[in-house]
């Protein structure tokens, strides 16, 4: 079975602020897919990032940033110099490396407040 | 691209009626995910098609529940007589069948029984 824990409930900061997000995964596969996902408060869903189980590169898109570490079972997003755009709930999400990661499973989000 | 759409945004609806969603998702994609999402919780697998197939369905998929997607493009989730534990946001994506999991979600549609 698969599990996502995301044990930050709620978090708030002030903008500019860098802000990290913890995402802890549990699986028995040997390969996997890691996923980010933004649901701001329009609610649909968005896609942030995906990283293969094979992969451990961190990797860097703008102000976000992410950190894959497989000998913890983790990957964390950090946003540097957060503003209040970013205030949503964000979702860590795993899937089994089946060839079109066709079933993701999601933790429970951490809701992220920016704030002036 | 007009994005995945969803249709009701909100349906309110009595223990025990019937109720239906549809969502169209982007037009070429060939995948088609439905999710519920409970507040505070981050969504549940419930079922997928690839084209008009349903390739999987979730154990939280009841005989109340069915889903179809007859020529491939829409798809409706029908809910029987509904409990008040079905209340819940209920979403949809659609993808190309190699996006590797980098979906498109709709607006969902929230169905609150009473």
């Known amino acids: 079975a698969q599990k996502v824990t995301q044990a930050q409930t709620e978090i708030s900061v002030v903008e500019k602020e860098d802000v990290t997000l913890d995402c802890v995964y549990e699986?028995?596969?040997?390969?996997?897919?890691l996923f980010w996902y933004k649901q701001p408060p329009s609610g649909e869903l968005v896609f942030l990032i995906r990283?293969?189980?094979?992969?451990?590169q961190n990797e860097i898109s703008g102000r976000y940033s992410w950190n894959f570490q497989k000998s913890t079972s983790s990957f964390n997003f950090t946003i540097t110099a957060s503003q209040v755009v970013d205030s949503a709930v964000y979702f860590c999400a795993l899937s089994p490396e089946d060839g079109t990661a066709s079933k993701l499973t999601f933790g429970t989000g951490t809701r992220l407040q920016v704030t002036l | 691209d007009t994005g995945v759409s969803q249709n009701p945004r909100h349906k309110i609806t009595k223990r025990g009626q019937n109720v239906t969603f549809r969502c169209d998702p982007i037009s070429e994609h060939n995948r088609l995910y439905w999710y519920r999402q409970t507040l505070g919780q981050g969504p549940e697998f419930l079922t997928y098609f690839q084209n008009e197939a349903q390739l999987e369905k979730s154990r939280l998929l009841s005989d109340r529940f069915s889903a179809e997607r007859p020529k491939g493009s829409f798809s409706t989730l029908e809910i029987q007589r509904t409990e008040q534990g079905d209340s819940a946001m209920y979403l949809c994506a659609s993808s190309h069948r190699d996006s590797l999991g980098a979906w498109y979600f709709g607006p969902g549609t929230r169905l609150t029984v009473t």
């Open positions: 699986t028995r596969d040997t390969t996997y897919y």
């Open positions: 990283r293969n189980s094979f992969d451990e």
